[in-house]
């Protein structure tokens, strides 16, 4: 049987067409004219699309280059800072604080769970620079509060500056990182964004700004305050990946499309796209009698998945790879064998969602999974598309108690109609 | 919500990334050394696609054109001809024969079903120049027995050349063109075969060749034996359609990587890929309680399906469209608001068929279809995949008779487990 290769990995992601065609057309020299007006243009586009009023600097570089970025334009050696960490990203954070010769405080919790905000109140110091952390951390499927984060900074009356990596988190959940007060949003282009993995970006407030004036650690092709002057100017300060920021104006493009234009409307509705193709995969995975990794605070970006006891993950990721040809990703690290994981950010749709829920059915009757039939996931998922489809303004309440434009974040508490 | 436009229509249909990609590199002149590599081994391959030793002739028209080219070459005004027509398609021979002065008998079935065998024998006389027909009609979504005409001519002891457009036929359904005996059979490209619209090509047996010579038709663009003559030296009588005939060259190649690089068996699987899909669809669309228009001998190339009593189809067509992004296709002509098509012949795999009928649930439950309820259709089509993919080697014969290779035909004929 024909077996079309499909992406539901949180990263790359599914390419949008239209970007795809402007990356393949992008044969312009970063030192012109035409180059300038599509980079101001996007860098322009970032900033509503991140939702901020804060500079965007763009880097051609990973997700991992901007955090690198963060830590050393904003902290010097022997500076107190606190990682915030719950799985392989937060973790990556204590490394690069380390990297750059930082004390490190950590607050963690159990893979699968998010941080106790009682916790971070109580390890923040008066000395603490700076606190890192994940909106979304997709190692687990797991969507911590961010908002509730801020809070405790505003409230604890010191002065650390918050950065977040939002490099899944952006155009899956909501952020308003000029309300909650965040210095430092990151994002990365093979995310939510639909184009190749190459760039990353981050929005960078004043506070943030003026912490690099006295930051001591040493940083050349991150310089931020380097890049901002040449953005200024409507160019980067080295070469930039030009066919993949003419893919991202693109995919803005298309973004702001769904809205009429609106760019800020159509990041919104990314966001909800997201999260039904979270609900109803949530559900699904639910109907199989599997248990979700995440229950408490699933992350729209991916959903994680526990094989049955005894059995490793792995057999899902190579029985959808080897029958449909659909790229799922196992556990990161230790975690490998133990979870397994799909995707919602970006390009994805209902076509995409219904039919991998089949697929995963198809892999549940092979492996003989306990009280399996054909259909009871694909019902669930069902049911979940036809009432968010029929009440679009269906809402929750994040995990932090206030509503924040979240859908319902598991079909459970689905309003009954 | 994302929706991302997916064609399910019997041409176009779905593009092969290596053919769109091979299509926008496809920056060659056609007088050339490289061309003329090109070409011969895509008329090399076509050959093996089509499966036969005849000389196949590729030319830069839609289909309507290879199908032209069938009459003025073998034909002669005031010539006898029979065409065998059930819809569309076959009223189109009966228009083209007429164009170029023939004199049309004529055997039809009623649209949904085909045509009675022994109407056909009776129908042919002496002097019948030539038997037109489809290998399947897709206006209707019936299968032909190509095989049972082929046979009648044989048993007749009479000349009758048999020319049959294969166009949805070719890897929708076995054709064996040198042992049925069949005389010019006809493909187009935005088929199975993956690529736009653009391309047809004529496969043409050595008695057909030789009524060529005899033919008094006018032809000049469409005069196959200055294309032959041509191709022989690596050319086309005309300007070929070179981005088109590299996405060809790159289709045939996919197709052939299928079995291990054996085109022949590749065609095979091509067959299979449309008969799993369309009995997924026919088994779904039953389980919606609609009824398929042509239960008897449906076509793995499209399903039609009529909609409830009272109901215009093309609320179905619409409702795919607004929601889903997913296209598919009305009755043609007076067929328009009777039935709706769903193709499945080409780069079709179980994601799109099972995306699609996920789709179709959905609307279903919006029209409040009577009986309806999530996951009827979709538990349908999932055990017949099951089924299928369980026992390839389930298999029923064809209208005529005899095995012919083809899967069952409709969901309740497949083998029990």
């Known amino acids: 049987m024909i077996r079309k290769t499909r992406l539901f990995t949180p990263g790359p992601t599914p390419l949008l067409p239209a970007a795809q065609f402007a990356m393949a057309a992008a044969d312009i020299h970063h030192r012109t004219a035409e180059f300038r007006a599509l980079y101001t243009k996007v860098l322009s586009d970032l900033k509503t699309f991140v939702g901020t009023k804060n500079d965007v600097i763009l880097l051609a570089s990973s997700g991992t280059g901007a955090m690198e970025a963060a830590v050393s334009n904003l902290t010097s050696p022997g500076d107190r800072v606190l990682v915030l960490t719950a799985g392989k990203f937060g973790e990556r954070w204590v490394s690069l604080a380390k990297a750059f010769g930082c004390d ?20 923040l110091r008066i000395e603490t620079r700076a606190v890192f952390m994940q909106a979304t951390e997709t190692s687990t499927g797991v969507r911590h509060c961010v908002q509730g984060v801020a809070d405790v900074l505003k409230q604890s009356g ?8 939002a490099i899944t988190g952006l155009g899956t959940t909501h952020i308003d990182m000029d309300g909650w007060g965040v210095d430092v949003l990151i994002g990365g282009s093979q995310k939510a964004v639909m184009i190749p993995p190459g760039l990353s970006y981050l929005a960078v407030s004043n506070r943030a700004w003026e912490l690099m004036e006295i930051s001591l650690n040493p940083r050349y092709y991150f310089d931020l305050r380097k890049e901002r002057k040449s953005a200024a100017k409507g160019e980067s300060a080295y070469t930039p990946a030009v066919a993949l920021i003419a893919a991202l104006g693109a995919a803005l493009d298309y973004i702001a499309a769904q809205a009429d234009g609106d760019l800020a409307a159509g990041r919104a509705k990314l966001v909800e796209n997201a999260e039904t193709c979270a609900a109803m995969t949530r559900a699904a995975v639910e109907a199989l009698e599997l248990k979700l990794f995440a229950p408490e605070a699933p992350s729209a970006a991916a959903t994680a998945v526990l094989p049955p006891a005894g059995m490793d993950s792995g057999v899902f990721v190579k029985e ?4 449909f040809a659909a790229v799922i990703t196992n556990g990161q690290g230790e975690m490998k064998g133990q979870i397994f994981r799909i995707a919602h950010l970006g390009f994805f749709d209902y076509m995409d969602t219904i039919a991998l829920v089949g697929a995963l059915e198809q892999v549940a009757y092979a492996l003989k ?3 399996f039939a054909f259909g009871k ?21 994040c995990s932090c108690g206030r509503p924040v434009g979240h859908y319902a974040l598991t079909s459970a508490s689905l309003p009954a109609r």
Chains 1, 2 share one sequence.
Request: charged share 25%.
């Open 369 to 371: 999974l306990p009280g």
């Open 377 to 397: 996931a694909l019902v669930a998922a069902q049911n979940v598309f036809a009432s968010r489809a029929a009440d679009e303004a269906a809402r929750n309440h």
């Open 158 to 165: 010191k002065d650390a500056a918050l950065v977040v990596d």
């Open 320 to 323: 959808l790879k080897n029958r």
């Open 104 to 123: 490190v405080d950590v607050v963690s919790a159990p893979y699968g769970q998010t941080f106790d905000l009682e916790e971070v109140r109580k390890a």
